[in-house]
């Protein structure tokens, strides 16, 4: 009997919330003709934070911290053996080159936004002359990013639907967490905007804390109506198949989620938390140029991080419960 706890929601929650930014926020920057270019910085500058926070809590989770570095490697004397043999093993490999990747990003922007002559520390005038003759690859790295930020998001639905519990069995399993992770990654990027947290972290990593323009703000929001929409499609989908289309144990295993020990946290939490109350929201604002109260701004994509939460949180013991 699996014993897999809330730390692992958690993991999946915040990995998914690291990689649906960057991939958002690179396709909005590469697409909107120069007027998105910050939000790849924000994203990377808090998914490696993020995705450092959900390794360590992985680790947790499993237990025997001490061999965590079994993930990836298998001692075979007289050598050490790469493992690439489970969906976890694979899924490190990914966190770690997303984390590591994402470092050098920062690095590399960071020593583009100023003159090394102009720091009085020699340490980092040394570092940033080292490092500043890289900087143009920043570009060719953005795309590597972008590749590894999709197979993150596309790891958190795989990493369950690669057992045989019934209740993650259903094909649409990966589609409805990929769908969740970029909707939550769209919502940080919303919320650090609409908060200022944005610049502050733009400063703070070198850059000249320039306010991100209102047009943008509206027309990230249109962007996550849509994401959440598909999203909203993609749920619907995944609980028709298990229920109709499926084995008669996955039909079973949907009565957790709809009417069962997990149906208060889906219909309250996942669904009009996270989905409908955002979503009418957004809709109610899709045709005008009005914008969002300050409250509002804060809440919605709040509301949104928090049902991405507890999606992975109902699935996740919602799949142990019936197994």
């Known amino acids: 009997m699996m014993t897999w706890e809330w730390p692992l929601a958690v993991y999946l929650w915040i990995a998914g919330i690291a990689g649906g930014a960057y991939f958002a926020g690179f396709l909005m920057s590469h697409f909107g003709k120069g007027r998105y270019q910050l939000l790849p910085r924000i994203a990377m500058f808090l998914g490696v934070p993020l995705i450092l926070l959900g390794s360590l809590l992985l680790v947790v989770d499993l237990g025997q911290q001490l061999r965590a570095w079994h993930l990836f490697f298998r001692a075979q004397p007289p050598r050490l053996i790469l493992l690439f043999s489970s969906p ?3 899924g490190g490999w990914i966190l770690l080159a997303y984390a590591l990747l994402g470092i050098v990003m920062i ?9 090394p002559a102009e720091l009085r520390l020699s340490v980092l005038s040394g570092l940033a002359l080292v490092i500043r003759p890289l900087a143009p690859a920043t570009t060719a790295l953005s795309w590597v990013a972008l590749v590894l930020a999709a197979l993150v998001i596309t790891y958190t639905g795989v990493l369950l639907s690669a057992t045989n519990q019934a209740l993650w069995a259903g094909l649409l399993l990966p589609a409805l967490f990929v769908a969740s992770a970029i909707s939550t990654g769209m919502a940080l990027l919303l919320l650090v905007t609409v908060t200022g947290f944005g610049r502050v972290l733009d400063l703070l990593f070198g850059g000249e804390g320039e306010p991100i323009p209102k047009q943008v703000v509206r027309s990230m929001s249109r962007a996550s109506l849509g994401v959440g ?20 144990a996955a039909a079973t295993a949907v009565g957790v989620l709809l009417t069962g020990p997990m149906s208060l946290l889906f219909w309250g939490g996942v669904v009009v938390l996270g989905l409908v109350i955002p979503l009418a929201f957004e809709l109610a604002h899709a045709t005008t140029n009005r914008e969002y109260a300050l409250g509002a701004a804060f809440m919605l994509p709040s509301l949104v991080l928090l049902g991405g939460f507890l999606l992975r949180l109902v699935v996740l013991l919602g799949g142990q419960v019936q197994g």
């Open 88 to 90: 976890m093993s694979i």
């Open 229 to 248: 929409i598909v999203e909203l499609v993609v749920l619907v989908g995944f609980v028709v198949w298990l229920a109709a289309f499926s084995t008669p």
């Open 107 to 115: 690095a590399l922007w960071w020593v583009q936004s100023f003159d």
